[in-house]
């Protein structure tokens, strides 16, 4: 059976007729992890459960190679405030990981959570030669990463109270504060790894111009533009503004929706109908 562009939005299937979509379905695996370690603790071989967790030393030197991708399946809290934690990273993945696959398509979804897994060891694989050796497990630097693409497409959204621009900076600059305080360079490194390679890959999805954190950058270096002489006004027809323009593209979008359905939207649709909303928001802030 072939993968067809409107299964992008389609449920795996339904429980309780709740649907149950790819986030969802990665937590109830990250859960039955997490009761498997406690319980493999709690029977004495604790040695499998730390056997999942990745170590740079036990890939170079030992050749352990099926840590690169065990290490997220560790999950074994110490106390109660951890295991409170793992419940709200769950809760926050759940959240933002059904928005990410609902605007930019299930395919981009699980490239981008393969590549968060891939990517923090190979960060600390190249990194433990000029920082020692390198460790991690658990699974939620690449569940913030999830919260950090929604805050790229949609900063204004509020999550907790809070924009969710905001939630995701305290969140990272708490987390990279911390790790600085302990000298944590496993943390640093896939951490802001993780971030970097989210914002990159959804902004050139085509979406998340309401947070594009290098406009200050280009704006500043851009040259002046030469002066314009001042030219006898004519009489002819005054030229389609860039508004007219886009709303033009926005009733095309539109007019596709309403015949095939918001599943059938292209990345770049779906980026016009996302600048089209900023357009209007900052009209309404004028």
């Not at 379905?25 to 040695?47: R, T, W």
């Not at 190249?126 to 929604?150: C, D, K, R, Y």
Request: charged share 15%.
């Amino acid at each position: 059976m072939s993968y067809e562009a409107q299964d992008e939005h389609k449920p795996f299937g339904y429980i309780g007729g709740y649907p149950i979509d790819l986030p969802l379905l990665i937590v109830m695996v990250h859960v039955g992890a997490l009761v498997a370690c406690c319980l493999l603790s709690g029977l004495g071989f604790l040695h499998w459960v730390t056997g999942l967790a990745f170590l740079s030393p036990a890939i170079l030197d030992v050749h352990q190679y099926w840590r690169v991708v065990t290490y997220p399946l560790l999950h074994l809290p110490a106390d109660g405030w951890q295991a409170l934690w793992f419940a709200f990273e769950l809760y926050v993945f759940a959240f933002t990981g059904r928005e990410v696959e609902r605007y930019l398509g299930r395919r981009f979804f699980s490239w981008l959570y393969a590549g968060l897994v891939a990517a923090i060891p190979a960060a600390l694989l190249v990194a433990s030669p000029l920082v020692g050796p390198t460790a991690e497990h658990g699974s939620w630097i690449i569940h913030v990463s999830f919260l950090v693409a929604f805050a790229v497409i949609s900063p204004s959204s509020i999550f907790c109270w809070l924009p969710v621009k905001w939630l995701t900076a305290l969140i990272l600059a708490g987390h990279t504060l911390a790790a600085i305080a302990k000298r944590d360079f496993s943390l640093l490194i896939g951490l802001w790894t993780c971030t970097a390679i989210t914002y990159v890959a959804v902004r050139r999805a085509g979406v998340g111009e309401g947070l594009d954190i290098f406009a200050g950058l280009r704006e500043r270096f851009r040259r002046p533009p030469p002066p314009v002489r001042s030219k006898t006004k004519s009489l002819s027809r005054p030229q389609p503004t860039e508004d007219d323009a886009t709303m033009e593209s926005v009733d095309a979008v539109l007019e596709k929706i309403s015949q095939q359905g918001l599943g059938s939207l292209t990345a770049g649709e779906r980026a016009t109908l996302e600048r089209a909303r900023a357009t209007l928001l900052n009209k309404g802030k004028k």
